[in-house]
């Protein structure tokens, strides 16, 4: 009565050996993988290498369904130099090195992006990534050129045309400075005009960084309040484009309708605003605006509080000077 219950687990037992064997090689060169240097390295031993590789290779004889044997044997043969090995995708590669950049590596993030683009070369998304990390590290020259290839590609995944046109204008400020306004301009607006963003949040920051243009590069508040507006319809708690279009409408036109609305809009952002960090600006600008606008016990009281939260700001305590002694004098 006992044999079968034994024959049973005997088979179960060898069933189980059978299934785990092929495990193995691939689990042993996970490990040779693990004791290896960064696989994003140049300097890797070669011999090492080739051990790794023959393990995997074993590995996959057994189970060749085994998705990560696959994705280890692509790095090692990256590694060897293979331009573009089977086993991880272009989106893969993008995720994987998004993960690295956001996490400050930003050396293997620039090889997956790199891998990517050897992968699917057509796909934007690798070269417009490519681009922005360039640029991040401020090698502009070889951005511009990620970008002019990222320009020519047929398909795009995570990110579109136009989050493409947005860092080409971002790219030209930080290039020219001192030049005309008119290139990044023209291609904020191609962004928002093509209108094939990534995400709404990339809409919202292009509207924003259009207003920041028209306000303190070309003088025009009065059209820089359309496109905070813009951003705030999106992005209703954006502390800073709530400040921007309270100063954008005041500067827009003179009146006590105009302080009213800057007022209110700035009011609003201080409300909003997440910490001290930065406090100060949104009192600086209500100063600077009562005291254009002949309200000198309002500007008084603004930048106390700028005081108050920057004590060194010597602008403000010359300004402060200045409006207490104009109080004693009357």
Not at 98 to 104: I, P, T, V, Y
Not at 275 to 283: F, G, I, N, R, S
Not at 291 to 319: H, M, S, T
Request: glycine content about 6%.
């Amino acid at each position: 009565m006992r044999v079968l219950p034994i024959a049973l687990l005997v088979a179960f037992l060898v069933s189980a050996l059978w299934r785990g064997w092929g495990a193995l090689p691939g689990n042993y060169a996970f490990v040779t993988l693990n004791q290896l240097p960064s696989l994003f390295a140049s300097d890797l031993d070669p011999a090492a290498l080739a051990r790794t590789e023959t393990q995997l290779l074993t590995a996959l004889d057994y189970q060749p369904e085994r998705a990560s044997t696959w994705r280890m044997l692509a790095l090692v043969r990256r590694a060897q130099g293979a331009k573009a090995p089977t086993g991880l995708t272009a989106d893969e590669l993008l995720r994987w090195g998004r993960q690295k950049e956001q996490g400050g590596d930003l050396g293997a993030a620039q090889y997956l992006y790199q891998w990517a683009t050897d992968v699917e070369p057509d796909l934007g998304d690798g070269w417009y990534r490519l681009g922005n990390l360039y640029q991040t590290q401020e090698a502009l020259t070889t951005a511009r050129q990620a970008y002019e290839r990222a320009a020519l590609a047929s398909t795009w995944q995570k990110v579109g045309r136009s989050d493409l046109y947005a860092a080409q204008a971002d790219l030209l400020l930080a290039t020219q400075p001192g030049d005309s306004a008119a290139a990044p301009r023209d291609l904020y607006h191609q962004a928002l005009a093509v209108d094939q963003f990534g995400d709404m949040a990339a809409r919202a920051t292009t509207h924003y960084k259009l207003g920041e243009l028209l306000l303190w590069r070309e003088g025009d508040p009065a059209t820089a309040v359309a496109h905070y507006r813009a951003t705030l319809a999106i992005a209703p708690t954006d502390h800073w484009a709530r400040l921007r279009l309270g100063y954008a409408l005041y500067w827009s036109g003179a009146g006590v309708a105009n302080v009213a609305a800057a007022e209110r809009e700035i009011l609003t952002a201080i409300a909003q605003w997440p910490d001290e960090k930065h406090l100060k600006w949104p009192y600086f600008y209500l100063g600077e605006m009562y005291e254009n606008a002949g309200l000198p016990l309002k500007a008084i009281a603004a930048y106390e509080q700028v005081i108050a939260l920057d004590p060194a700001d010597e602008r403000v305590q010359a300004r402060l000077a200045l409006l207490y002694s104009r109080q004693r004098s009357q």
